[in-house]
């Protein structure tokens, strides 16, 4: 007999006599549940094994995504210029954003290009395991590859954004600098930021039935708050009258950080203030290593109820 049979056997026969608690049969045959979180250390270790499905599970959400439009993964690039065109008649004229903006399209289609990219991501991960949860259930995998593959998803999805955005800075006037190499390291940076924080809303969506309805109204807050469509330091200190701290606070936004950050690239040509990467790189590294941390804390919840 197999040692699982002969713990089946001895637990089968402990319960009908009551002599052994089955945690204890388990302990002293060496048997774990098959739900059991794992290590830190080894749980990362099985997000890399499984890699492939991550990146192939991201790739085909992104091609069904649009497989039923005409346009297709045009609308990758459609939407946010749609989005755009609609904020640059609000804002730029008719609020008057674009006064004392050099190069307002420009400003204006990388704030909203780098925006979108955390908002999407972190939309996506609040629904990554709820709205699999058939998946989890039929499969035993690390629950993190999801929200992972979703914020793959959106970077894939941002890949061709960028390159229209360097199109349209390019035929806006702005030329080419050594500064345009840095763009891969912001993007790593964000990247890094999403991840964690998509697994943190990936947590709080699995538990929370409406978050989902809240999230709409808590981006487009975030988005009015992070420069988007005007510049921190004229509109809100030197316009509005502001102390500087208060455009600090603003800066030190995440979302805000990375914007600025791209800005400086395209169109200011110069490195960011040190506040600005000194930002970008804490928000990177903290939200990555709390958000695994703490989504790895309810592994064994996810899919149950």
């Known amino acids: ?150 914020t793959i998803q959106e970077l894939q999805q941002l890949a061709i954004s960028m390159g229209v955005l360097v199109l349209i800075v390019f035929i806006t006037g702005e030329v080419p600098t050594w500064y345009w190499l840095m763009i891969p390291v912001v993007l790593v940076l964000q990247t890094m930021f999403n991840v964690g924080t998509g697994l943190v809303m990936a947590r709080l969506g699995a538990s929370m039935r409406d978050l989902n309805q809240l999230l709409p109204f808590i981006t487009r807050t975030w988005l009015y708050a992070s420069g988007v469509f005007f510049s921190i330091q004229d509109k809100v200190v030197e316009a509005a009258g502001m102390p500087q701290w208060v455009a600090t606070a603003m800066y030190l936004n995440p979302a805000a950080s990375y914007i600025e950050w791209m800005r400086d690239i395209f169109i200011a040509k110069h490195s960011p203030p040190p506040m600005v990467w000194a930002a970008c790189v804490f928000w990177a590294v903290f939200a990555l290593c709390f958000g695994f941390w703490y989504f790895w804390r309810a592994e064994e919840r996810y899919g149950r109820g």
């Open 1 to 150: 007999m197999s040692q699982p049979e002969s713990a089946v056997a001895d637990a089968q026969a402990g319960g009908r006599s009551g002599q052994e608690p089955l945690a204890k049969l388990a302990e002293r045959y060496g048997l774990r549940r098959a739900i059991a979180r794992p290590r830190f250390t080894v749980y990362l270790r099985q997000l890399v094994e499984r890699r492939h499905f991550i990146l192939t599970y991201a790739t085909s959400r992104n091609v069904s995504k649009y497989s039923s439009s005409a346009l297709g993964q045009l609308w990758q690039v459609l939407t946010p210029l749609l989005n755009a065109a609609i904020y640059y008649v609000m804002f730029g004229i008719v609020l008057g954003g674009r006064d004392g903006v050099e190069n307002y399209p420009a400003f204006l289609l990388t704030g909203i290009f780098v925006f979108t990219y955390t908002q999407r991501s972190v939309t996506a991960g609040a629904k990554s395991i709820s709205g699999n949860l058939s998946l989890i259930r039929a499969l035993h995998f690390p629950r993190a590859a999801l929200p992972l593959a979703y």
